[in-house]
């Protein structure tokens, strides 16, 4: 494997290491509906604390950032996770959840010298670059060890957003009565990837 990977090559290869699984977790939330306020502003924490929030929020924001449709963190997908985290983990997921999250922000702060928050724009895609070669590389077991945390969050972050209302409407076209089927067309003649 080349020892200098572009950040496309990460995440096409993540996608393929875990074969686009779900976790129950996400899918327990999709049965039960979980969902954030818009206004958020006097919303109190419920599993997670004002730190590992602004953790959330900016890996958010690195993930999936602005673009013409608000991203990730513009849509509270940090109060995504933290619902998910109060409500539909297990006690023992939400607390290795968070212990991860803790010693992933420590660990941000000990090999980059500043919490990822406070990082530059060119140091924050270091730091998930570093983390998604470091997932590329790890040996993935039979697939019954603990999930890497930066996978978890970034399966939580992907899922919040494209389940949010800016997500499944703007960012991905959305037809609520859907046309006949078309097998095998040009990606060009339809745009960008369809919700449903």
């Known amino acids: 494997m080349a020892n200098k990977l572009n950040r496309r090559d990460i995440l096409e290869r993540m996608a393929m290491v875990t074969g ?50 608000p991203g990730a963190k513009s849509v509270n997908v940090h109060y995504f996770v933290d619902e998910l985290a109060a409500n539909w983990m297990t006690a023992k997921q939400r607390t290795n959840f968070l212990d991860n999250l803790t010693a992933l922000d420590q660990r941000i702060k000990d090999e980059r010298g500043s919490s990822f928050s ?33 996978l978890e969050l970034r ?24 046309g006949g089927y078309k097998g095998c067309i040009p990606f060009d003649d339809v745009g960008k990837t369809w919700s449903s």
């Open 20 to 69: 686009g699984a779900v976790s129950l977790t996400l899918l327990s939330a999709c049965d039960g509906g979980v969902s954030v306020p818009e206004n958020v502003e006097n919303i109190d924490l419920k599993a997670l604390n004002k730190e590992q929030l602004d953790l959330v929020a900016d890996l958010a924001d690195a993930i999936i950032p602005d673009t013409q449709t």
């Open 118 to 150: 406070n990082l530059s724009a060119d140091a924050k895609n270091a730091a998930l670059d570093s983390l998604g070669l470091e997932l590329l590389t790890a040996d993935s077991g039979n697939g019954m060890g603990e999930k890497h945390i930066y």
């Open 155 to 178: 399966e939580l972050i992907i899922f919040g957003y494209y389940t949010s209302e800016v997500g499944a409407s703007e960012e991905l076209l959305y037809d609520p009565i859907p």
